[in-house]
Nanobody, 125 residues
Framework: QLQASGGGLVQAGGSLRLSCVAS????????VAWFRQAPGKDREFVAA????????YYGDSMKGRFSISRDMAKNTVHLQMNSLKPEDTAVYYC????????????????????WGQGTLVTVSS
């Protein structure tokens, strides 16, 4: 089970840190991603970490502004979001899957088996 938190209202240019906590201690062994969905839009890949891989992966519009990290001891994956823009407004979801995908498949939402409930991020202009 995944629990996402940390959303809220922030002004453009501000920062937020989202957290995704897993109830299962094997969380460190799975592949975890953040997606977001704005009203009327498709779900969009934000960032991911892959089991056994020190690299991090990002959607194009997030590169340089967002940072994903994994805290093994706390069964948590964080998403640090800086330089937020109004277009970042969305519900953010964390997701996990067990099978290690190729890196190009990390952004495929339909391949993730486990989802958190979502946390709303609102960026005002």
């Amino acid at each position: 089970q995944l629990q996402a938190s940390g959303g809220g209202l922030v002004q453009a240019g501000g920062s937020l840190r989202l957290s995704c906590v897993a109830s299962d201690r094997t969380f460190s062994l799975v592949n975890v991603a953040w997606f977001r969905q704005a009203p009327g839009k498709d779900r969009e890949f934000v960032a991911a970490v892959r089991r056994g891989d020190t690299n991090t992966y990002y959607g194009d519009s997030m590169k340089g502004r967002f940072s994903i990290s994994r805290d093994m001891a706390k069964n948590t994956v964080h998403l640090q979001m800086n330089s937020l823009k109004p277009e970042d407004t969305a519900v953010y979801y964390c997701a996990a899957k067990i099978n290690r995908p190729i890196s190009s498949a990390l952004g495929l939402a339909d391949t993730y088996s486990y989802w958190g409930q979502g946390t709303l991020v609102t960026v005002s202009s």
